[in-house]
C-alpha cells in the first residue's frame, strides 16, 4: 500500500506539472498569434511604403516581410506541436490515474471493439464490457491487440511454462516505463483512432501486387525522354513539332495498366494513415535504444521480428508511400508524369516492397498484438506496485493458496482482502452466509485473480501460489424470454455441463465457482438437489466452492469427508447491519433475510 501512495502522488504531481506547463505554453502561443499579426501588419505597411518610394526599396522589404513572417510561423507551428504532444502526453497520465483510482468514468471504453463470444468467465467474472477487467487493464492501440488481451484474460488451458513466459516478458516491460508511455504517445499522435491490424494484413496479401511488366517503365522513360527533347526544340523551331504523336503514344504505353495502377494507389491512400501509425510503432521499437533487457534472454527474442528486418522494409515502403502520396494532387500528378514516368515507378517500388513483407507481415502484427498485451498488463502492474506475481505450482494440481487476496476491480478505501487455503484433503468448499455479506463477491475474487495470474499479470493478494486448471464459473445466471429458458432451467444445464466437465478426461483439474446453488426453485427441492449435487462434486476429480442460503446443507460435512463449511456473518449496529466481508471457518451462525425486511419496512409477522 505504500508504494501505490507512493506511486499516486508522484502521478498526481506530475499531472500538475504538466498542466501547468501546457497553461504557459498556451499563453505563449497567444503571444505568438499575435505576434503574427503584428509582423503581417507592419510587413504589408512597410513594404506597401518602400514600393511607393521605389521598386528595389519595396521588394528588398518584401523579401524581408515573407521572410520574417515565415520564421514566426515557424517557431509558433513548432509549439503547437510541442503542445499537442504535451497535450496527449497528459491525458495518457491522466488515464493512468483513472486506472488507479478505478475512476471508471475516466477510464476510456471503446464499446465498438470485437470481443470474444461471450462465455461464463467473461459475464461471471465481469472480464470484458464496461467496468470490467479488460476496462480496467486495456491501452492497446489496436483493435486486435484489445481483442488478445481479452483471450489471454479468458485463458481457458493455462500452462506453468507459458504463464512464467508471460511474467517474464511483462516484469521486463514494467522497467521501461518511459518506452510504455513513448508507445501509448506515438500511436495517440498518429492516430485517435485504434489501428486496424487486419485492414493493413490484408494490403499485404492482395493479389495484384504484380509488378508490371519489365518493358513498361524503360519505354516510357525513353518516350518521355523524347517527348520533353523534342518539345523544348520545336519551341526553339530546330525541329517541327513531332512531339504530338511522341505524346500521345507514351499516353496509350501508361494508360495500358492505368487501371491496375490507379487501383492499387487507392488501396494505399485508403491504407495509408493505418500503415503510418503501424510503421511509427515498429520504428520506434527500433530507435528506442532503452529498449534492451538485462535480465531476459525471452525478451530480446521476442522482439526481434520488429527490430531486425522489419524496420528496413518498413521504412522503405514508408518513403515509396510519402511520394505516393504526393500524386493525389490532379495538378501535381501530372507534372510528375510529364517529367517522369512516375505512376509506374513508384507502383513497381510499393509492389516489390509488398510482395517481401507479405509473408512476414501475419508474424510482424502477432508480435505487435502480443507487444501491446503485455503493455497492458506491464502498465496494470506498474499502476498497482503492490500487487505480487503469484506462484505457478504443477506438481499438485489442487493447488490454490491465498493470503490478502482482494478484488482488483474494487475501490481500495472498500476493499476487503481475505486469507484463503484449499486444504488438500478437502474437495468442496461450502460457504454460508446472509444475504450481502460477500459471498459473491468472494468467488469474483478468486476467478478474477485466476485470469490474472494465469494472463501473466500481478495478482491482488500479498502471497499467491496455485496450479493451473480449468476454470468453471456458475455465478451468473439468466433466463431467456426469446428461447423459452427460465432461469431454473438455465441454472440446470449449466450445472450439467459442469458435471459433464468434471467426468471428461482432461490432464488439468477443473476448479468450480458455484454461486447460490438451485436458488431458481423451492426450498424443499433446492435442498433435496443441492445435496445431491454436492455429494456428486465430492466424487468428482475437480474441487471448487459452492454458496448457499440454506444452512440446511452444512450438514453434509457429517456424511462428506472431503467438504468444509465456511461462512461470511454480520452484525446488528442500532438499526443498521454491518459486515465485516471476512471470510470465517464453520458455518454461518445468522440469518438476516428478516431483519432486511423488517429495517425496509415490510411486515415480518
Avoid at 47 to 64: D, E, K, P, Q, V
Avoid at 82 to 106: C, P, Q, T, V
Avoid at 107 to 118: A, K, S, Y
Avoid at 401 to 428: M, T, W, Y
Wanted: hydrophobic residues 40%.
Amino acid at each position: 500500500m505504500i508504494f501505490y501512495e507512493l506511486r499516486k502522488k508522484h502521478f498526481q504531481k506530475l499531472i500538475v506539472r504538466l498542466q501547468d506547463r501546457l497553461k504557459y505554453l498556451s499563453e505563449k502561443s497567444n503571444k505568438y498569434s499575435l505576434l503574427r499579426l503584428v509582423v503581417f501588419l507592419t510587413g504589408s505597411s512597410l513594404t506597401a511604403f518602400a514600393f511607393y518610394l521605389n521598386n528595389l526599396s519595396g521588394w528588398i522589404l518584401l523579401a524581408m516581410s515573407v521572410t520574417g513572417f515565415a520564421i514566426t510561423v515557424h517557431f509558433h507551428n513548432v509549439l503547437i506541436n510541442g503542445m499537442k504532444k504535451l497535450s496527449k502526453y497528459l491525458d495518457i497520465k491522466k488515464n493512468h490515474m483513472a486506472r488507479m483510482l478505478i475512476d471508471w468514468e475516466n477510464i476510456p471504453f471503446h464499446d465498438n471493439l470485437i470481443m470474444p463470444e461471450e462465455n461464463s468467465l467473461a459475464k461471471d467474472l465481469d472480464i470484458t464490457g464496461v467496468k470490467s477487467l479488460h476496462h480496467l487493464m486495456d491501452v492497446a492501440v489496436s483493435n486486435e491487440g484489445s481483442f488478445m488481451l481479452s483471450e489471454y484474460l479468458l485463458n481457458t488451458n493455462p500452462e506453468k511454462e507459458k504463464i512464467i513466459f508471460n511474467q517474464k516478458i511483462v516484469k521486463e516491460l514494467s522497467s521501461h516505463q518511459r518506452f510504455i508511455d513513448k508507445f501509448l504517445l506515438k500511436a495517440h499522435l498518429t492516430s485517435a483512432k485504434k489501428l486496424d491490424c487486419r485492414k493493413i494484413e490484408n494490403y499485404f496479401l492482395k493479389l495484384d501486387t504484380i509488378p508490371l511488366p519489365a518493358w513498361l517503365f524503360p519505354v516510357n522513360f525513353i518516350l518521355i525522354f523524347i517527348f520533353l527533347l523534342t518539345f523544348i526544340l520545336s519551341q526553339f523551331e530546330l525541329i517541327a513539332t513531332i512531339w504530338i504523336p511522341v505524346f500521345i503514344l507514351y499516353f496509350f504505353c501508361y494508360s495500358l495498366f492505368q487501371k491496375r495502377i490507379s487501383g492499387m494507389f487507392e488501396e494505399t491512400y485508403e491504407t495509408e494513415r493505418q500503415l503510418r501509425k503501424f510503421s511509427s510503432l515498429i520504428l520506434l521499437i527500433k530507435e528506442t535504444s532503452s529498449l534492451k533487457s538485462v535480465n531476459s534472454t525471452e525478451f530480446e527474442n521476442f522482439l526481434r521480428p520488429l527490430k531486425e528486418e522489419a524496420p528496413e522494409l518498413i521504412l522503405k515502403l514508408q518513403r515509396q508511400i510519402k511520394l505516393a502520396v504526393m500524386r493525389e494532387s490532379p495538378f501535381l500528378r501530372l507534372i510528375l508524369n510529364l517529367i517522369f514516368p512516375f505512376d509506374i515507378y513508384i507502383y513497381n517500388k510499393i509492389s516489390i516492397i509488398r510482395n517481401d513483407i507479405d509473408d512476414k507481415i501475419s508474424d510482424w502484427l502477432n508480435v505487435l498484438n502480443r507487444l501491446e498485451c503485455f503493455i497492458s498488463i506491464s502498465n496494470f502492474a506498474l499502476l498497482n506496485p503492490d500487487y505480487i506475481y503469484p506462484k505457478i505450482e504443477s506438481t499438485d494440481k489442487r493447488m490454490f493458496s491465498a493470503k490478502r487476496l482482494g478484488h482488483p476491480l474494487l475501490n481500495r478505501q472498500q476493499k476487503i482482502c481475505n486469507d484463503f487455503e484449499f486444504k488438500k484433503d478437502k474437495k468442496v468448499i461450502l460457504i454460508t452466509g446472509s444475504n450481502m455479506s460477500g459471498k459473491s463477491t468472494f468467488l469474483k475474487t478468486i476467478g478474477v485473480n485466476l485470469c490474472l495470474a494465469y494472463s501473466g499479470a500481478p495478482v491482488n493478494a500479498e502471497e499467491l501460489e496455485l496450479s493451473p486448471f480449468e476454470l468453471f464459473t456458475c455465478i451468473k445466471i439468466s433466463d431467456s424470454v426469446s428461447d423459452g429458458i427460465s432461469y431454473f432451467y438455465a441454472e440446470v444445464k449449466k450445472l450439467k455441463v459442469l458435471l459433464d466437465e468434471l467426468t471428461s478426461e482432461s490432464e488439468l483439474s477443473t476448479f468450480y465457482l458455484v454461486d447460490e446453488i438451485f436458488k431458481g426453485t423451492n426450498n424443499r427441492e433446492r435442498l433435496l438437489g443441492g445435496k445431491a449435487f454436492i455429494k456428486e462434486l465430492s466424487r468428482s476429480n475437480g474441487f471448487g466452492i459452492v454458496t448457499t442460503h440454506d444452512l440446511e446443507l452444512v450438514s453434509l460435512s457429517d456424511e462428506i469427508k472431503n467438504l468444509s463449511n465456511f461462512h461470511f456473518r454480520e452484525e446488528i449496529s442500532g438499526l443498521k447491519m454491518v459486515f465485516d466481508y471476512k471470510i470465517h471457518e464453520g458455518p454461518c451462525p445468522t440469518t438476516n433475510a428478516l431483519k432486511i425486511m423488517e429495517l425496509s419496512g415490510l411486515p415480518v409477522k
